[in-house]
């Protein structure tokens, strides 16, 4: 059985010790479509955009991203990104090191696929903690072994006028310089393997539309200020082609800034990019 959730769930990853520095936030906040000089000048005004705190572990790697985790025997094929969430402990400094500590909290049986949930905490070399990370993978064909599908619940989006409503131009060579913050999967730049998964084309980097939209958001509605972000948690309902157009909109709510990001424009003007989004206010 290509996953085993008696030995997956609640294994623990080897520990990842990593650090970064102020030209690894500049070349993420760019890779985002960042041009705010509080995100891209070095210097004490600097701010780190939280969703960094995702990428920083593996930043500095070269290969496509390994996927050996216990009990799963999968392949890069099979795999997509199907949600991710950070809670940061308070503004991320812009250079710095720690030590990630992930465990696999869950897998999910939904039928023709299983969902893969991990769970991180990084601290400081002093024992701080900075920020708590939760992912899934929804890897196909894997389902069907009768496990629990799991829970699966929506964000409700307010009936009205959002109280922010841009879009974002994705640059035809946006993944390709994504690339550089350390995920090299060649489904973001490979045609021929992006036709293997099934694409028509390589797609941009999930993460590099949930940093589009978390910086959008925080723009749009936090006064560009990255220090007030808590969390953000988002589910990846769709993918985006370099060259297409995001839509983002947003609504303040007593539970936080509701979001929601469609393409907009061409044959594909609607369709879903990010669900279920929540940025918490700090």
């Known amino acids: 059985m290509p996953i085993d959730p008696a030995v997956a769930v609640g294994a623990e990853l080897p520990d990842r010790t990593f650090a970064w520095t102020e030209s690894d936030v500049l070349l993420y906040h760019l890779a985002i479509g960042a041009s705010d000089l509080s995100y891209t000048l070095e210097g004490p005004a600097l701010q780190v955009l939280p969703s960094f705190g995702i990428v920083a572990p593996t930043f500095h790697m070269t290969d496509p991203p390994p996927l050996d985790l216990p009990g799963c025997d999968i392949n890069l094929a099979q795999v997509v990104h199907g949600s991710q969430s950070i809670s940061v402990a308070g503004p991320l400094p812009t250079a710095g090191s720690a030590t990630l500590r992930t465990r696999i909290s869950e897998v999910w049986d939904k039928g023709k696929a299983s969902v893969i949930w991990q769970e991180g905490v990084a601290t400081s070399p002093a024992g701080e903690e900075l920020w708590t990370v939760r992912s899934s993978i929804f890897v196909r064909g894997e389902g069907g072994w009768g496990g629990p599908r799991g829970e699966s619940t929506a964000v409700v989006v307010p009936d009205r006028a959002p109280d922010a409503d841009t879009t974002y131009a994705v640059t035809p060579t946006q993944a390709l310089l994504y690339r550089l913050c350390g995920d090299r999967n060649p489904l973001h730049a490979d045609p021929d393997f992006a036709k293997a998964a099934g694409f028509p084309a390589p797609i941009l980097h999930g993460l590099c539309s949930y940093g ?63 669900a279920d989004c929540v940025l918490t206010p700090a």
Request: cysteine-free; aromatic content about 6%.
């Open 212 to 274: 589009i939209v978390l910086r959008t958001v925080t723009d749009a509605l936090i006064g560009g200020d990255a220090s007030r972000v808590g969390a953000f948690t988002a589910r990846f309902a769709g993918v985006v082609f370099p060259g297409e157009t995001i839509r983002v909109r947003a609504w303040h709510t007593d539970d936080g800034i509701v979001v929601t990001a469609t393409v907009a424009g061409g044959d594909r003007d609607g369709s879903p990019v990010l």
